[in-house]
């Protein structure tokens, strides 16, 4: 099956089995490999991309869904929230592995762009489909409330 | 050379130039082929010629080989490469690897890049597991940075034509102090790769107050890369032609294919074939499982073709095993007589006369590492050699368990590794490395196994489940007089030589063999236990269980003496002095690798851990009903924490963890910004498990299968406030990724108890098929 889709801002086409999840595309048809898989079942948060600005999980998101999308991965997020979260990130060293957070900023980056000044409660309910095995949940807390203070300073 | 490999690795991750820096095929031979075309100033074995004739004086520093040209590359241009032989899996081993060398180098922490090792014996330990990557190459690798600086000196001395000891490496640059003359690591490289490498004597260490990165909180080098998707994991290689495999393994450990039907698979769009692989002979060791793989164009594809594939299994010899039934037999075991493995006093005859005697059983179930990447390697096969890429915590043996599967040489192997995903544990055995490469072999094009996450969870090295027998005694002062630790679990060589079934001393000294405890009488015995599935090493090991039930218990005495438990625990850990478990009956202690000189069993430390981190909890104050504060102190890997955890238990059960303090003496401290996050991840990594973690299995196979079974911490769980106290040290380093394990679920069940007078002695407290201990008192213990 053959689709047009705009990833990152690029409009492409793709050659896929009807079905197959956008995690999947992404990953095996166009090489971005910055979408990880966890689970395939949306538990754990991993693949979370941006579909129209609102945070997906990949894994269960057949490509048809997006056919017509805009679909924003961790390489080609961009703006405010997005610079301030990459910001807090850093300096604060949050990850630790790594693996889970680009579905960890993606999720980041659409609380900030839903709540600008998210409370520790607000970030527990937005964040807690992303599982991190290496536990930075605290220090994700930490980075989320300093990009809100980038953002609005 | 070098941009032919550029090019290369460019190809192999199928991208344009996203990555400026190819992780993958940027190996050291590699890098060292290349040598002579771009990079100057390297003085590579093989490079330069003075190099391995010359090297002795840095062969055998402590730790191993310092010879600078095996670690660091300076290039033209100023920049500096340091090889990581290290696997990075967020402990920081990049970074922290890094800072050793780059210190002593005296190099701009700007201009250093990381080269990440292949697996091969020339970097002497690979393995990074046992918390130890810093504790091993924290000597050696600060002398191949300090000899890679007194060469630069050197050459930059005979430059000038002054002598040696008036020039010195500063900041990137080599000074001559005298006549202000300056010249850039980069522009006197070629000159210093001539020269040949120092000995040891001559080689000066800088003072540590003179320590720029070392112990200081430098910043990641991958979180910069991580923040952008860039970087890569194991599950992320991609190479031309690569194909993908999902293999279907047997459900029990050494079970086998007994019919396929693959009709519907082949019949599935994308899938190309399928392969049958052998199902091993015990020893499980680091053999692929067998099964039948299913190859297709991607990982969906292979996926839906597993899932149409038809398969009959024999069930293999551990068609028995049932959870349920077998944590009976491990209590039952418990609660015989074993064999004895250290001993004070008579215990017995403490029996007797005490004024007070108690017991309890502790029980802590098989585990899954479950890192959030799950096992995923890629091969390529050219029809006598084989290529590697994985996310592995011990390559070299990757390397091996490969060459044996393939019937190669080792030397016909090479193992490049990734970033990796977490491991805790998990990626020290390569048999999804193996998979990988007899699959690339059989199918003649590269192909990249992936490990769904029902695969990790059902066909794992698990972490061994485990009871414990713990009786103690009290005189009519409520001072402890006797202590029997009788602790029954399938010990982890069992994975190793078949039907081993006796707790080995390698994991009696994880927190058993070793209990600090200043009773006048104590006897540890050991039970046997059968493995049943493949038994593995788990972020900290044995200690998880030996901590639990020792800490637990300390605290069980101190209610039967109505003592604080916190006081109670430093009575049982007695004076101030050095342990030496060998003096008791102990016939193998080998205290992780690192001599009881250096590091020795000091109770004095832990007592100072304890009192740190009481102060930090405000331990004593007054709590709200329903609030509780437990505390827990462990020492292992040579590292000291204590914890103190506070829980809040509703009316109906319902348990929160609001606040938790740590305090930990690592000795040295590379880094402490990294070293807080360890203890922030160890310590939830140890409450998630002992709040949920479960892996059981019915008739031989393994029952979890996804998140929703096996559930970890999420966000919302974890606590709101977290201090970590680094108790600032001049011993030599101890472990830091694994410590803060062990003590986190006995603090967890020590506050528990302190908030609702329940005393949970099995685990997990919330089981995932819907059990709830703390709303069910009943079922307590």
């Known amino acids: 099956m053959a689709i047009t889709m705009t990833v990152n801002g690029v409009k492409q086409p793709v050659e896929v089995t009807p079905g197959t999840p956008l995690l999947w595309v992404l990953r095996d048809h166009l090489g971005l490999t910055g979408t990880k898989f966890g689970c395939g079942v949306a538990q ?110 | ?81 340091i090889t990581c032989h290290r696997s990075d899996m967020g402990q920081q081993a990049w970074t922290s690897m890094a800072q050793l060398v780059a210190d002593e180098l005296e190099a701009d922490w700007d201009r250093v890049t990381i080269v990440q090792a292949e697996g091969h014996p020339r970097y002497g330990d690979q393995n990074t597991d046992g918390s130890r990557s810093v504790r091993y190459n924290f000597t050696r690798l600060r002398y191949a940075g300090a000899a890679m600086r007194h060469m630069l000196e050197v050459a930059a001395a005979r430059h000038w034509g002054v002598a040696a000891e008036q020039c010195r490496g500063v900041h990137h640059t080599v000074v001559h102090e005298a006549s202000g003359r300056r010249i850039g690591y980069g522009e006197i490289a070629s000159a210093a790769a001539a020269l040949s490498v120092p000995s040891q004597e001559a080689v000066k260490l800088k003072d540590r107050s003179n320590w720029r990165l070392i112990g200081k909180a430098v910043p990641s080098l991958t979180v910069p890369k991580i923040i952008r998707g860039e ?68 990982t969906w594809s292979a996926i839906r073709g597993r899932e149409a594939l038809k398969v009959t299994w024999n069930p293999g010899p551990h068609a028995d095993y049932e959870s349920a039934t077998f944590a009976q037999t491990l209590l039952q075991t418990a609660n015989q007589p074993g064999a004895v493995r250290r001993t004070r006093g008579d ?38 050699k084989v290529e ?89 002062n409520g001072r ?23 707790p080995s001393w390698g994991e009696l000294r994880l927190g058993a063999s070793d209990n600090p405890f200043a009773v006048p009488n104590l006897r540890l015995e050991t039970g046997n236990a059968p493995a049943k599935l493949r038994i593995g090493w788990l972020r900290s090991v044995a200690n998880i269980y030996h901590a639990f039930a020792i800490q637990s218990f300390a605290a069980e005495l101190a209610a039967a003496a109505g003592r ?102 690592a000795g040295t401290v590379v880094n402490r910004r990294h070293v807080e996050a360890q203890v922030e991840g160890g310590t939830l990594y140890g409450l998630s498990n002992a709040l949920y973690g479960e892996i059981t299995a019915k008739q031989g196979a393994v029952v979890q299968g996804n998140f929703p079974d096996w559930r970890l911490m999420r966000i919302h769980e974890a606590p709101r406030e977290f201090t970590v106290h680094i108790v600032e040290s001049d011993a030599p380093p101890g472990g830091v990724g694994e410590p803060p394990t062990p003590p986190a679920a006995p603090a967890l069940t020590n506050a528990i108890f302190a908030a609702s007078g329940r005393r949970i002695r099995r685990l997990p407290i919330f089981g995932t098929d819907g059990r709830d201990r703390l709303a069910s008192p009943t079922q307590a213990s």
């Open chain 2, 564 to 665: 604080d438990p916190k006081d109670y625990l430093l009575e049982l850990i007695g004076p101030p002095r050095l342990i030496d478990p060998r003096d008791e009956g102990v016939e193998e202690y080998d205290n992780y690798g690192s001599p009881l000189a250096e590091y020795p069993i000091d109770t004095g430390r832990m007592r100072h851990v304890i009192d740190i981190v009481a102060k930090m909890a405000g331990w004593g104050r007054k709590l709200p009903k329903g609030r509780g504060l437990g505390i827990a102190m462990h020492r292992s890997f040579v590292t000291y924490v204590a914890t103190v955890v506070e829980v809040e238990v509703s009316q109906d059960g319902k348990l929160a963890i609001p606040a938790v303090w740590s305090a930990i003496d």
């Open chain 2, 231 to 298: 970087g890569t994991f194991g599950i992320d290689v991609q190479l031309p032609e690569m194909l993908h495999a999902v293999i279907a393994r047997p459900p029990q450990v050494f079970g086998s294919v007994k019919t396929v039907d693959e009709s519907a698979t082949l019949q599935v769009p994308g899938v190309v074939r399928t392969v049958r692989l052998n199902s091993p002979q015990a020893p499980a060791a680091f053999k692929a499982l067998g099964g039948v793989a299913v190859i297709a164009r991607d």
């Open chain 1, 44 to 153: 754990c948060g991993a693949c979370t991309v941006h579909v129209n600005g609102l945070p997906r999980r990949a894994c269960v998101t057949p490509i048809e869904a997006v056919a017509n999308g805009e679909v924003t991965t961790i390489e080609g997020v961009s703006g405010p929230e997005a610079d301030a979260i990459r910001n807090a990130w850093q300096a604060i060293d949050v990850p630790q592995c790594g693996y889970c957070q680009s579905g960890q900023i993606m999720s980041a980056i659409a609380l900030l762009q839903a709540k600008p000044t998210p409370s520790d409660d607000d970030i527990d309910l937005a964040m807690n489909g992303n599982l991190c095995r290496c536990a930075t949940y605290m220090r994700i807390r930490r980075a989320i409330k300093t990009a809100a203070k980038e953002i609005k300073s």
């Open chain 2, 1 to 81: 050379m070098v941009l032919h490999q550029k090019e290369r690795a460019r190809q192999a991750k199928g991208l344009d130039g996203r990555h400026q820096e190819p992780l993958l095929n940027l190996s050291r031979r590699s890098f060292i082929a290349g040598a002579g075309a771009l990079v100057i100033g390297l003085t590579l074995r093989g490079g330069a010629a003075t190099a391995d004739s010359t090297a002795g004086g840095l062969r055998n520093v402590a730790g191993g080989d310092a010879t600078p040209s095996l670690w660091i590359a300076i290039e033209q241009d100023g920049t500096v490469r």
């Open chain 2, 480 to 502: 402890c007089t006797a202590f029997l630790h009788r602790t029954v679990f399938p010990p982890i060589p069992s994975t190793f030589r078949a039907g081993l079934e006796t």
């Open chain 2, 347 to 384: 215990v017995a005859a403490a029996f007797e006369q005490a004024a007070q005697r108690l017991s309890a059983d502790y029980y802590v179930p098989h585990l899954a590492q479950s890192p959030i990447e799950p096992p995923a390697a890629t091969a390529r096969w050219d029809g006598a």
């Open chain 2, 388 to 476: 590697c890429w994985g996310g592995v915590q011990d390559p070299q043996a990757a390397r091996r368990a490969v060459a044996q599967a393939c019937g190669v040489n080792e030397d016909d192997v090479t193992m490049h590794v990734t970033w990796l995903g977490g491991a805790f544990g998990r990626k020290s055995k390569p048999d999804f490395v193996v998979e990988a490469a007899l699959l690339a072999r059989e199918v003649g094009q590269p192909i990249k196994v992936t490990w769904t996450r029902e695969d990790d969870l059902r066909h794992g090295y698990y972490h061994s489940v485990s009871a414990q027998h713990l009786e103690g005694t009290l005189d009519a």
